[in-house]
């Protein structure tokens, strides 16, 4: 078939007629040339990766489908791994595939829908700000140990005020809570968030504030990741814990924040004292302030007692009385004095009697008496001390005798042997023969033996 004019049976002959092919060829550069590159969101079926490394899919939603491919050159670009049924979004120009006359997509981009785009998103804003130093340590307040007021940003009607609310009142009943009502989820709930922080600082009612709200997806948590929320938390004047969602969930909020918790419960702990702890640490400091004061008591009486005495050591009576006191002393060494001369005095009267005795006739007499008796005394001592040494002398004879008597000899433990018949002394094993008898003398009386044996030493 040709595209030149050509006349058949009744037709025109300006009549153009196409080949299949052409008319393909036709539609794909209308199709390619005409429709701009479009987003599309739908759900992934009949993967094929054939050798050739490109990629055919079929995108479909609960109305409608379209096939698409993705060549080689992009489809390696995926940060992710294509599942059946996962939501994308894809990029793509629409084309036709001539060989089937079927209309398709040509994909140039593809990343995964929902969730997926927000992570990518998270992750961005997470890299910028710590990129900026929203997320230094060095940044962060530290949060009051005894806060007067606590302020909580969360919605009203949420779990996580009665859980908040739960815990405080547990905690530290006295401290009051002051609740700033705010949308935790929803279109401008970021907005509406980021404001009512603004406005909890400006007021600057509380000492520390709870950011909260229960779990959920990262769709239900997303006013939390907006940067605009991460910048007011920053600009808080006041201390401000984040507890969003579960523990394994994490915000941007809960990095920017000052203290991160994982529940709200966790986040209540953090910023309220336990009373309990406060009631005993109270309880040691007024023992400690009692002991204070009483030692304080102590050392005040003690210094008032010395200046006490130090005042009546300069009192006008305390003259006196020393004085009243040198007057005693003085009457005391003139009586000593008087005593002292009587003493001589008569010592004196004394000796000269004595020597007026010594020099009558009866004294002279008394005292050769004396020395008759001293002289009679030295004989008698003198006659003893002789008589005793001739008995010491007569022992040591005795002694002597005894010590080289046989009798003694027999005292000390040895014994004589002799022959019963001849009363010889044996004094060597040779003199006697086995199976003799001789007569063992001791000190007390004598042994009739059998000689057994002899034995050389």
């Known amino acids: 078939m040709t595209n030149s004019a050509t006349q058949t049976g009744g037709g025109s002959p300006d009549r ?9 060829q036709t539609a794909r550069k209308l199709l390619e040339q005409g429709l701009p590159r479009i987003w599309l969101e739908g759900e992934l079926s009949n993967i094929a990766r054939p050798s050739s490394g490109h990629l055919y899919f079929t995108l479909k939603d609960d109305k409608a489908q379209i096939r698409g491919a993705m060549f080689r050159s992009r489809n390696q670009l995926l940060r992710f791994k294509l599942e059946e049924g996962m939501q994308v979004l894809v990029r793509a120009k629409i084309s036709l595939y001539e060989p089937r006359g079927d209309y398709q997509l040509i994909a140039e981009n593809m990343e995964e829908a929902g969730d997926g785009v927000l992570q990518r998103a998270y992750e961005a804003l997470k890299l910028k700000l710590e990129k900026e130093g929203l997320f230094e340590t060095g940044n962060k307040q530290p949060l009051p140990p005894l806060p007067n007021r606590i302020g909580v940003i969360t919605s009203p009607s949420g779990a996580a005020i009665r859980d908040v609310v739960s ?16 949308p935790v989820q929803g279109k401008d709930a ?42 007011a938390i920053f600009d808080c004047s006041i201390p401000l814990v984040s507890a969003v969602g579960h523990e394994v969930d994490f915000t941007i909020a809960d990095f920017v924040s000052d203290r991160r918790a994982p529940t709200p419960s966790v986040a209540a702990e953090l910023v309220s004292p336990d009373q309990d702890e406060w009631l005993a640490q109270i309880s040691a400091l007024q023992t400690r302030i009692g002991r204070h004061i009483q030692q304080d008591f102590i050392d005040r009486r003690q210094r008032l007692d010395w200046l006490n005495k130090r005042l009546q050591l300069r009192h006008p009576g305390q003259y006196l009385r020393q004085q009243v006191q040198r007057l005693d002393e003085f009457e005391q060494r003139i009586r000593l004095s008087i005593q002292s001369n009587f003493s001589n005095l008569q010592s004196s009267l004394h000796e000269k009697l004595a020597r007026l005795r010594q020099a009558t006739p009866g004294h002279r007499i008394s005292r050769y008496g004396l020395q ?34 046989p009798l003694a000899t027999l005292e000390r433990g040895y014994a004589i042997v002799t022959l019963p018949a001849s009363k010889k002394i044996i004094r060597k094993t040779s003199d006697i ?5 001789i007569e063992t003398r001791l000190t007390d009386g004598r042994l009739l033996c059998t000689v057994d044996k002899t034995l050389k030493t």
């Open 372 to 405: 008759q008796r001293g002289l009679v005394q030295r004989m008698n001592t003198s006659m003893s001390t002789f008589l005793l040494g001739r008995k010491r002398q007569l022992a040591s004879a005795c002694r002597t005798l005894d010590a080289v008597s």
């Open 16 to 24: 153009d007629i196409y080949s299949v092919s052409r008319l393909n």
């Open 433 to 437: 023969k086995v199976g003799e008898q």
């Open 167 to 182: 815990v405080l009142q547990r905690r530290f009943p006295a401290i009051p809570i002051l609740i700033y009502p705010v």
């Open 190 to 231: 970021g907005r509406d968030i980021a404001a009512m922080i603004k406005t909890a600082s400006r007021r600057n009612e509380c000492d520390v504030l709870v950011l909260t709200r229960g779990g959920g997806s990262l769709e239900d948590l997303w006013a939390f990741n907006e940067e605009i929320v991460a910048r």
